[in-house]
């Protein structure tokens, strides 16, 4: 059975930054996409990253040139490294791996910024 576990989240400072990790347990074939999501209190979930299998990264516009989504296909993680980071971040964030046919969630890290 595949899992997905993140890790790396934490308290940061404003202006500071993380690194969050996803490693998948078990193959996966036939992958479409890896993304992150993040999901704030009292909203709902929403794309940050993605990463195709071909193709260029894309990110939500509230994270454009402060994120940056990485894959290690060795490794079988995909990363997400936030710098500049702001109070509007603080979320749990969530690995998603698509593939076909299935769908794989991780359970999240809580990522938190504050001073």
């Known amino acids: 059975q595949v899992q997905l576990v993140e890790s790396g989240g934490g308290l940061v400072q404003p202006g500071g930054s993380l690194r969050l990790s996803c490693v998948a347990s078990?193959?996966?074939?036939?992958?479409?996409?890896r993304a992150w999501y993040r999901q704030a209190p009292g909203k709902q979930r929403e794309m940050v990253a993605t990463?195709?299998?071909?193709?260029?990264?894309t990110y939500a516009d509230s994270v454009k040139g402060r994120f940056t989504i990485a894959r290690d296909n060795a490794k079988n993680t995909v990363y997400l490294q936030m710098n500049s980071l702001k109070p509007e971040d603080t979320a749990v964030y969530y690995c998603?791996?698509?593939?076909?046919?299935?769908?794989?969630w991780g359970q999240g890290t809580q990522v938190t910024v504050s001073s």
């Open positions: 998603n791996v698509r593939s076909i046919p299935s769908n794989y």
């Open positions: 078990g193959s996966i074939r036939n992958i479409i996409v």
């Open positions: 990463i195709p299998l071909f193709g260029s990264p």
